[in-house]
């Protein structure tokens, strides 16, 4: 009887494996709120490694969440009418009147035969993708604050599991070298074109009010043509013009933290596996990483479902203006300062394809590094294969651990053949509608 309410007298107990860790199942964030997360004063956890970096963007408008830099994830907050998140929409509802605009222009040029006229696509197009681009790009950093909250929660959860097993990533310095490189770059870039727009002779014999006019009559002429030019409009399209570059460049920046974060996670312990496997390895000790690599698995999962759109957004937005720089580049110019309008166009090409280079290969570390261990485990010597290091094999093999542009396609390294290919096919096809359109 005694047997049909517990283990009977004498009998010992079956040995058991010890519970999966609650991070298995994606637990809202209410569920993690009297969590006491440990050494939370470590300066290389991900939340503080990158708290500078999201305080940054909140100056334009992006992630608006309290005490973003806090020590502390339970101090994390996101309200919908706070003076942070206020601001933000204002942000917003100025670059939605430069989309509306924009999208006004290029309705207009499309049904006209200024269409066939200099600049052509360029000129009908990239004020409406270029604003476009930084309105959706906004509303999706918006969208996911809360959600942000809610991975913090989970990645801390994992760092506390894995910290006490594995050696940690160091994550500070990489993302200081990472923002400092891309950052200065997209400014340098930048200044360019104001130096394009804006002869340096201009610069000096002017007022400020003039320089405004001169680069909002030569960077953006569509809302001159529409609209009468006073030195408040120039001003506010020369204030909305540096935000929508920076959510630009951000976007770009924050997957390439992210993806840098998650796969030097996998590359510790990584390097943990490939250190002890010529030892004798213990049931418990593969136990240990399969157990690991499903807790990265499951957070990679998380992170993919909330920021896919962004990916998507970068990538889709890169390929433009790859292409419509080369397509610029490609074209006849008549500018009246061809060697300034050279460096510009070198310079940005460059920038451009060294950007989008960086986010697909970062990006692609993350698939990379979930496999290094393959071939570890296809010669590991007999006495140490057991049935859990099976099983983390047949994980690692069928599980498709990467970063997706919202499930259309994962960011592996022959992914980043097929935006080469996808380049030149859409270019070929643009420079031949460009050139039929002047000559008609």
Not at 364 to 373: G, L, M, P, Y
Not at 419 to 431: D, F, R
Request: aromatic share 14%.
């Amino acid at each position: 009887m005694l047997s049909l309410f517990g283990n009977a007298r004498g009998r010992k107990k079956k040995p058991q494996l010890a519970r999966l860790p609650i991070l298995f199942k994606i637990h809202p964030i209410k569920q993690y709120n009297r969590k006491e997360f440990s050494n939370d004063n470590d300066p290389e956890c991900f939340h503080r490694a990158i708290g500078s970096i999201l305080f940054l963007s909140q100056f334009f408008g992006i992630l608006p969440i309290n005490h973003i830099r806090a020590v502390n994830i339970k101090k994390f907050s996101f309200k919908r009418f706070s003076p942070r998140t206020i601001y933000s929409y204002c942000i917003l509802f100025t670059i939605f009147i430069m989309t509306l605009i924009s999208v006004v222009h290029l309705l207009k040029t499309l049904n006209t035969d200024s269409f066939q006229t200099k600049g052509g696509i360029s000129d009908a197009t990239i004020g409406a993708v270029f604003y476009g681009n930084s309105l959706i790009g906004n509303i999706m950093f918006l969208r996911l604050c809360p959600r942000w909250i809610s991975i913090q929660y989970d990645w801390r959860a994992m760092e506390q599991i894995l910290d006490e097993k594995w050696k940690k990533p160091a994550l500070r310095w990489r993302f200081t070298i990472i923002s400092w490189t891309i950052l200065s770059l997209a400014l340098l870039e930048h200044l360019l074109s104001m130096v394009k727009n804006v002869p340096l002779a201009d610069w000096g014999s002017h007022s400020f009010g003039d320089f405004i006019f001169v680069y909002t009559k030569k960077s953006h002429h569509f809302i001159i043509q529409n609209i009468d030019y006073n030195f408040l409009l120039g001003l506010f399209i020369f204030v909305v013009s540096k935000i929508a570059t920076f959510t630009w460049n951000f976007t770009d920046l924050f997957i390439m933290i992210i993806s840098t974060a998650i796969a030097e996670r996998y590359k510790c312990l990584n390097e943990r596996i490939i250190r002890i496997t010529p030892e004798r390895v213990t049931i418990a000790d593969w136990y240990k990483f399969r157990q690991s690599y499903a807790i990265l698995s499951t957070l990679v999962k998380k992170i993919d479902n909330e920021i896919s759109g962004i990916v998507l957004l970068s990538f889709t937005n890169n390929i433009y203006f790859i292409c419509l720089q080369l397509l610029n580049g490609l074209s006849p110019n008549n500018s009246e300062n061809p060697i300034m309008n050279s460096i510009y166009f070198f310079g940005s090409f460059i920038f451009l394809i060294g950007r989008t280079t960086a986010v697909t290969l970062l990006t692609a570390r993350i698939n990379d590094q979930c496999k290094v261990i393959l071939p570890v485990l296809y010669n590991c010597p007999s006495i140490n294969y057991c049935l859990e290091a099976q099983r983390l094999q047949n994980q690692i093999c069928n599980d498709d651990v990467a970063l997706t542009g919202h499930r259309f396609f994962s960011i592996t390294r022959n992914f980043m053949l097929a935006v080469a290919g996808a380049i030149v096919t859409y270019e070929v096809v643009l420079l031949q509608f460009n050139i039929a359109l002047q000559r008609d």
